[in-house]
């Protein structure tokens, strides 16, 4: 089946720092990856839309300039958080609409990120 | 916009059966799909109803009502490893195949 892959799947970092969360497609060639975030106990919400060779699509509510986006190749996107604060700790998942699969999303393991 | 509502907590025991609802509110409808989801884990794709009825695979069911707007996902023959968090979930009309995720449903399965 179709894998997703998360690096790092922790991180710890100060506040004020920048973290980049790596989202890869194993097996499959994905154009289209999306980028989650899950508060405890809370539903997963739609931060963007990654597209390979263009500009990431955000979300109402999701700050461009704080949440970069990069899908540089069919089987990569990074999420970077730039400065950081204790606000933005939570559970980032991305995941990847795989054609041919009818609806189906597959997601990555998700990386849990902590702001001191 | 989207919007689906699902109860926030379910509990049973093991090897009882349990449905977990779901209704919605949507601007344009591609079909209804729910994902599985353990504590700290990734979502994993359960099932997906594009027509009204019912599908099946193996213990897990799900069933539509389009002119309802209502969904349900059905477990049976529960087993403790179910325990976990249930989402529907539907796909954008708009283009781009977003998927917006229901409030979510955390299912206890005890002894």
């Known amino acids: 089946g179709a894998v997703v892959s998360q690096h790092p799947s922790r991180v710890i970092c100060k506040s004020g720092t920048s973290v980049k969360i790596e989202c890869r497609s194993l097996?499959?060639?994905?154009?289209?990856m999306f980028w989650y975030r899950q508060f405890p106990k809370q539903s997963l919400m739609l931060m963007a839309t990654?597209?390979?060779?263009?500009?990431?699509t955000y979300e109402q509510g999701v700050e461009k300039d704080k949440f970069l986006i990069n899908h540089a190749s069919l089987t990569l996107s990074t999420l970077t958080v730039t400065s950081a604060h204790p606000e933005d700790s939570s559970f980032y998942i991305c995941?990847?609409?795989?054609w041919g699969l009818g609806d189906t999303q597959y997601f990555g393991p998700g990386t849990r990120l902590t702001v001191l | 916009g989207q919007s689906l509502e699902q109860p926030s907590e379910v509990t049973a025991v093991e090897g009882a059966i349990v449905q977990i609802n779901c209704t919605y509110q949507?601007?344009?409808?591609?079909?209804l799909s729910w994902y599985q989801q353990h504590d700290g884990g990734a979502p994993t794709f359960l099932s997906y109803?594009?027509?009204?009825g019912l599908e099946e695979t193996g213990r897990f069911s799900s069933f539509l009502s389009r002119s309802d707007s209502y969904g349900y996902l059905l477990l049976q023959e529960l087993q403790m490893k179910d325990s976990a968090s249930y989402f529907c979930?539907?796909?954008?009309?708009?283009?781009?195949?977003?998927?917006?995720f229901g409030t979510g449903t955390q299912l206890k399965v005890e002894l």
């Open positions: 097996d499959f060639q994905a154009t289209t």
């Open positions: 109803n594009g027509l009204d």
């Open positions: 990654s597209n390979e060779g263009s500009k990431a």
């Open positions: 949507t601007s344009g409808f591609y079909g």
């Open positions: 995941s990847a609409h795989v």
């Open positions: 979930a539907v796909r954008d009309t708009g283009g781009g195949n977003k998927l917006t």
